[in-house]
């Protein structure tokens, strides 16, 4: 049991470790990434011809896309958290919100959803 101990202690320093080399300043580093990506976009539109441009327009977009899904999931990480500390404790702020979620969830049932672009077709008689 000792052993399992320290190996899962010395797990915790390493992924503290990366998670503070991968995840620390998130919003700093998307938006370094998008100026970045807003200059290579400029600079497509002078050469656009150019495949070392549109090369590194693709690294970067993906580069973007990344880091913002990340900050998407860290966020949404805490205000779970959140929603733990002061929302699951059988309050009625938390049995307010459950209901409320119920209404919405009934409601989206009952509207049926139609298609983009799709619009109901009038008979030419009653025009």
Same mark, same amino acid.
């Given at each position: 049991?000792?052993?399992?101990?320290?190996?899962?202690?010395?797990?915790?320093?390493?992924?503290?470790?990366?998670?503070?080399?991968?995840?620390? *300043? =998130?919003?700093?580093?998307?938006?370094? @990434? !998008?100026? $970045?990506?807003?200059? #290579?976009?400029?600079?497509?539109?002078?050469?656009?011809?150019?495949?070392?441009?549109?090369?590194?327009?693709?690294? *970067? =977009?993906?580069?973007?896309?990344?880091? @913002? !899904?990340? $900050?998407?999931?860290? #966020?949404?990480?805490?205000?779970?958290?959140?929603?733990?500390?002061?929302?699951?404790?059988?309050?009625?702020?938390?049995?307010?919100?459950?209901?409320?979620?119920?209404?919405?969830?009934?409601?989206?049932?009952?509207?049926?959803?139609?298609?983009?672009?799709?619009?109901?077709?009038?008979?030419?008689?009653?025009?």
């Amino acid at each position: 049991m000792m052993r399992l101990y320290t190996k899962l202690k010395i797990l915790k320093g390493k992924l503290k470790e990366w998670s503070g080399t991968n995840f620390s *300043d =998130l919003q700093g580093k998307v938006q370094a @990434v !998008k100026v $970045e990506l807003e200059r #290579i976009q400029v600079e497509i539109q002078i050469r656009p011809l150019d495949y070392d441009l549109a090369r590194m327009e693709n690294v *970067d =977009l993906t580069e973007y896309n990344k880091l @913002v !899904k990340a $900050e998407h999931s860290s #966020i949404k990480q805490k205000a779970g958290s959140k929603w733990a500390e002061l929302g699951d404790d059988n309050t009625s702020f938390f049995h307010k919100v459950v209901q409320g979620n119920k209404g919405q969830e009934s409601q989206a049932r009952t509207v049926p959803r139609q298609p983009v672009g799709e619009y109901p077709v009038e008979s030419a008689a009653g025009t």
